[in-house]
């Protein structure tokens, strides 16, 4: 089982930046593909982000733009950038990892990811 570690959530104000980090210690990272997902109050955790374990992102629509996944496979952290952040984007923030190869053909569906982090608040005021 991967150990997720998440961090860098918090509270800021519309247009700023945050950049959330998820490392997975002990783990072949560069085997593992990705993913960021988000839940705010009353809603479906839904898909924001994903890379490949080859590198190659995605995105959802609600991000595209604002938002840059990465990875540095030496550190076993992937990373997302959130720029230009929206009272829109306030939600809880989970990464999440899979093992085996599902989420390159879906990365957008949680049902491809078999491990998650604890989740980060990420708080964005108007």
């Known amino acids: 089982q991967v150990r997720l570690v998440e961090s860098g959530g918090g509270l800021v104000q519309a247009g700023d930046s945050l950049r959330l980090s998820c490392a997975a210690p002990g783990h072949p990272f560069s085997t593992l593909t990705m993913g960021w997902f988000r839940q705010a109050p009353g809603k479906e955790r839904e898909f924001v982000a994903a890379?490949?374990?080859?590198?190659?992102?995605y995105y959802a629509d609600a991000g595209e733009g604002r938002f840059t996944i990465s990875r540095d496979n030496a550190k076993s952290t992937a990373y997302l950038q959130m720029n230009s952040l929206k009272p829109a984007d306030t939600a809880v923030y989970y990464c999440?990892?899979?093992?085996?190869?599902?989420?390159?053909?879906?990365?957008?569906?949680?049902?491809?990811?078999?491990?998650w982090g604890q989740g980060t608040q990420v708080t964005v005021s108007s």
């Open positions: 999440a990892a899979d093992t085996a190869y599902r989420a390159t053909s879906y990365p957008g569906l949680r049902s491809s990811y078999d491990a």
């Open positions: 890379i490949m374990w080859a590198g190659k992102p």
